[in-house]
């Protein structure tokens, strides 16, 4: 018998002896990170909510509880007492039973009625048919790819089941070494902006943080080296995803083509983010004649194997790892993630990319941790002059170029992220709108943001306070407000967009490295009436960066639509600084300076070599602290 085998016989032991007598417990199982119970009485549990609490307290182990498939009533019987349970009001659009694990996942538009005051609702829902209930959110904007991942993972159920079993056992396993140390080793994102990658090592355990790409380069992280894939795919125990960022996503399934079969650690909405930038990477780069380095099998792969956490779920990974995410307030589902090592040994936190201070979409990034003694700090506007203007100026001088423009009958075109920024400036445009600070025109999203907005829209949950508030209770949802166009008929619609009225485009991609921006370039870029608005960072070697130092001659390689020609830039460029959803140095600065506790050491990261230098210095003269800018493939060790 395994050393796990006997952890499970104890654990029932001990489950049992806490349990009142009349709740039987038929089977104990790890699933991932959870500690499973399958019990013939789910009814009886459902009774007293403080059972699972008290169990999870003395344990120490996240609890799901689950109905033995014997203690079952039938789907047909259980969907008709559901419904009777749950207030209409919920809006419940679709109940799916899974009786080989007794769950019944129910999608609602408001999931929180679903749930009850304090879970009332789901455990009334156990009582009367002894299913345990899961919710989910319908999208308020219909989402192919949320609609995908459920449908997809409802399809895996099997297989992914075994992937947790597989993936709970390695977690419990018995530790084998006496060593105690900690590692870092820089495999990307060292003195440059891109390819995000780090491996967090002890003697038990190797944990890869982000797997990215680097935007208007073909380098990639260096995953050949010993410390990565060079010692074996599955010599990595896990993987964790601080955002769904290309830079820091584009390559996890790539992990999967060489043989990684382990975990990856991400938030939900994270999860489902990754896959829709993964599968357009794909697409982008079949368009543009380049070979993928993976196919789309394995990004299934990757959401196959993804366990989604939330903000402040303290979590086993590994026998000596415990991770736990924190909002970064950088886009929807980043997280600050903080890893506790051993039995108190040392803690580390990779702040990923942050924005410290609260913006239109998010709250501010998390920097409150039991401890850190080393934090892993991005550095994009990390140089002594890198201050962002303040967001109020900021919307107060895009208001003022819109209004510049539509007064010349011309479009505004503006390059923006799919994810974040477009939704950001969504925002900012509904209420100038709404306020008639601009003149009321069409918005036309472009490429993937009205997929990404939808996809927002279904966990507003991870959104600012009070937006979630809006969207939850005043059904005041600012992104289904009737100027937003989904530009979805091709070019035949963007030309119509161009023979039309004054309008405004948000377009992908935001560094104009491809992407439906090259054909409104295309159309718009002739007129000197119209002009071009960036919002975003614009990475070196990008032809966004080149048009923003001044180039007006545009080379095209966009496919099918005027390979090898040039275009000229004839409308006006113009830069806004203050819409990026990472911090500024000041914003860096306030991140540490208010950290709780202050870290003993930093390694600046994530930017070019002037602003990791700049801020490492920065940060030494200021706090005193031990700072680092590290190159990439460095290691350093702690204890």
Not at 53 to 81: E, F, V, Y
């Amino acid at each position: 018998m395994s050393s796990v085998d006997t952890q499970l016989e104890e654990l029932e032991s001990k489950i049992t002896a806490e349990l009142p007598a009349d709740i039987s417990v038929s089977d104990v199982t790890y699933e991932g990170p959870e500690l499973v119970i399958y019990t013939r009485d789910p009814k009886r549990f459902a009774k007293n909510g403080e059972l699972i609490r008290n169990l999870a307290g003395k344990l120490r182990k996240r609890i799901t509880i689950r109905p033995d498939p014997h203690a079952l009533s039938s789907p047909r019987h259980a969907n008709k007492q559901v419904r009777e349970v749950i207030p209409e009001e919920a809006g419940i659009t679709g109940l799916d039973f899974h009786e080989d694990t007794g769950e019944v996942v129910i999608e609602a538009e408001k999931p929180g009625i679903v749930i009850g005051r304090g879970g009332s609702t789901l455990r009334e829902i156990t009582r009367q048919v002894g299913w345990t209930p899961e919710v989910v959110r319908t999208p308020p904007i219909e989402s192919s790819t949320v609609s995908n991942v459920r449908n997809f993972l409802k399809q895996e159920r099997d297989e992914r089941r075994e992937i947790l079993e597989r993936v709970g056992r390695q977690i419990h396993r018995e530790e084998l070494s006496d060593d105690e140390w900690v590692r870092i080793s820089t495999l990307g994102c060292c003195r440059e902006v891109g390819r995000a990658s780090f491996m967090l090592s002890t003697p038990e355990t190797r944990i890869l943080i982000d797997c990215g790409d680097k935007p208007g380069s073909e380098d990639v992280p260096y995953l050949q080296v010993p410390e990565a894939l060079g010692a074996g795919p599955n010599s990595i125990d896990a993987v964790i995803l601080t955002h769904a960022h290309l830079d820091h996503s584009a390559l996890l399934p790539l992990l999967f083509k060489y043989g990684y079969d382990g975990p990856i650690y991400t938030t939900e909405p994270s999860r489902d983010l990754m896959g829709l930038l993964q599968l357009d990477y794909l697409d982008v780069a079949s368009k543009e004649g380049r070979n993928p380095p993976y196919d789309s099998s394995m990004v299934r792969e990757t959401i196959k194997h993804t366990i989604p956490l939330e903000y402040g779920d303290v979590t086993d990974i590994a026998p000596d790892i415990k991770l736990t995410f924190h909002n970064a307030g950088h886009i929807l589902g980043s997280a600050v993630t903080h890893f506790h090592i051993g039995d108190g040994l040392y803690n580390v936190a990779f702040s990923g990319d942050i924005h410290y201070t609260d913006t239109r979409l998010f709250n501010g990034a998390v920097n409150d941790f039991p401890r850190v003694e080393t934090l892993v700090l991005e550095s994009t506007y990390g140089g002594r002059n890198d201050y962002q203007t303040d967001q109020a100026d900021s919307e107060r001088r895009l208001i003022e170029l819109i209004n510049d423009t539509y007064e010349n009958d011309g479009k505004v075109v503006i390059p923006a992220f799919a994810v974040g920024r477009s939704q950001e400036i969504m925002l900012v445009l509904e209420e100038a709108m709404r306020n008639d600070k601009i003149p009321t025109m069409p918005v036309h999203l472009d490429g993937m943001i009205w997929e990404a907005t939808a996809i927002h829209t279904t966990y507003p949950e991870y959104l600012r306070d009070d937006l979630r508030d809006r969207i939850f209770h005043d059904d005041e949802n600012p992104f289904l407000a009737e100027q937003f166009n989904h530009i979805d008929g091709g070019d035949e619609e963007r030309q119509a967009v161009t023979d039309g009225d004054p309008a405004i485009i948000l377009s992908t991609s935001g560094m104009i490295t491809g992407g439906p921006i090259m054909s409104w370039l295309q159309y718009l870029a002739g007129d000197p009436n119209n002009r071009l608005v960036f919002v975003g960072y614009q990475a070196q070697g990008t032809l966004g960066r080149r048009i923003q130092n001044g180039w007006d001659e545009i080379p095209m390689d966009n496919g099918n639509r005027g390979r090898g020609e040039t275009l000229s830039l004839e409308m006006d460029v113009d830069t806004v600084d203050g819409f990026s959803g990472h911090a500024d140095r000041q914003g860096l600065e306030n991140f540490v300076k208010t950290m709780n506790p202050r870290p003993e050491k930093i390694l600046c990261v994530h930017g070019d070599e002037r602003s990791v230098q700049d801020l490492s210095s920065g940060l030494y003269h200021e706090y005193n602290l031990r700072t680092f800018a590290p190159k990439n493939l460095e290691t350093f060790r702690f204890e």
